[in-house]
């Protein structure tokens, strides 16, 4: 798996800080992956199907691509693995929750602990 259409790409810490920071009324989620990972295409389908039901913004980091200090951070040692940081007030600062050989019921369950739901509201409701 190269990569997911429409999700940028990290390879530095430097760029998934910058992620991080970006509209922070939503949570960070990074999926870590690698193209011959058997297990990363599944769980790249799910991680889509909870972005229908959560609001989170989504970015992907390629492990054999990946320079050393995002590498460093991540600390992955089995795929798929990922990250997600939502910002929660000055105060309180962020909070982390991370996997790794994750399976997609794991993944839900990190979903919905970290990312607010999404509304929708059809127009065929009003």
């Not at 295409?41 to 492990?63: D, G, K, M, S």
């Not at 590498?71 to 105060?91: C, F, G, M, N």
């Not at 909070?95 to 990190?110: R, V």
Request: net charge negative; aromatic share 8%; proline share 6%.
């Amino acid at each position: 798996m190269a990569g997911v259409e429409g999700v940028p790409t990290i390879r530095t810490l430097e760029e998934w800080n910058a992620f991080v920071e970006a509209e922070k009324g939503r949570p960070a989620f990074l999926q870590c992956g690698s193209p011959v990972c058997v297990r990363c295409a599944p769980f790249a389908a799910r991680i889509e199907q909870l972005r229908a039901a959560f609001h989170f913004r989504w970015a992907y980091v390629n492990t054999h691509d990946a320079e050393e200090d995002l590498l460093e951070e991540l600390q992955v040692a089995k795929l798929p693995a990922y990250r997600i940081v939502r910002h929660l007030d000055s105060e309180k600062g962020t909070e982390m929750e991370e996997g790794q050989n994750s399976t997609p019921e794991e993944l839900t369950k990190a979903i919905q602990r970290m990312c607010p739901t999404a509304l929708g509201f059809g127009d065929e409701d009003f």
